[in-house]
Nanobody
Framework: QVHLVESGGGLVQAGGSLRLSCAASGRTFSTYTMGWFRQAPGKEREFVGR????????YYADSVKGRFTISRDNANNSVYLQMNSLKPEDTAVYYCAAGTSAGATAASYDYWGQGTQVAVSS
């Protein structure tokens, strides 16, 4: 069992940066692939990126590639999403998720946080 809590969301101007954090509980955190998703009002949940359990493999959606960076600290049971050059279209609720054989689909993740709101003004 893994419990996830996101933090770090807020309001930022276009071009700015935010760093989201996801704190996990559970002794097996380091064995999970961790993903970030987002959901804008009226839209489906969208894959943002993921990082493998050992941190050596990262994969990003084309919409955020080159602007967002995922990292993890297994010693502290945390995963991060550094978001730079933010755009108004990045506005959404951001979720972290954990899965044992997870990819780019929401269905492949077993555990979810409650989400943190990111708003980017133009």
């Amino acid at each position: 069992q893994v419990h996830l809590v996101e933090s770090g969301g807020g309001l930022v101007q276009a071009g700015g940066s935010l760093r989201l954090s996801c704190a996990a509980s559970g002794r097996t955190f380091s064995t999970y692939t961790m993903g970030w998703f987002r959901q804008a009002p009226g839209k489906e949940r969208e894959f943002v990126g993921r990082i493998s359990w050992i941190g050596g493999s990262k994969y990003y959606a084309d919409s955020v590639k080159g602007r967002f960076t995922i990292s993890r600290d297994n010693a502290n049971n945390s995963v991060y999403l550094q978001m730079n050059s933010l755009k108004p279209e990045d506005t959404a609720v951001y979720y972290c998720a954990a899965g044992t054989s997870a990819g780019a689909t929401a269905a492949s993740y077993d555990y979810w946080g409650q989400g943190t709101q990111v708003a980017v003004s133009s």
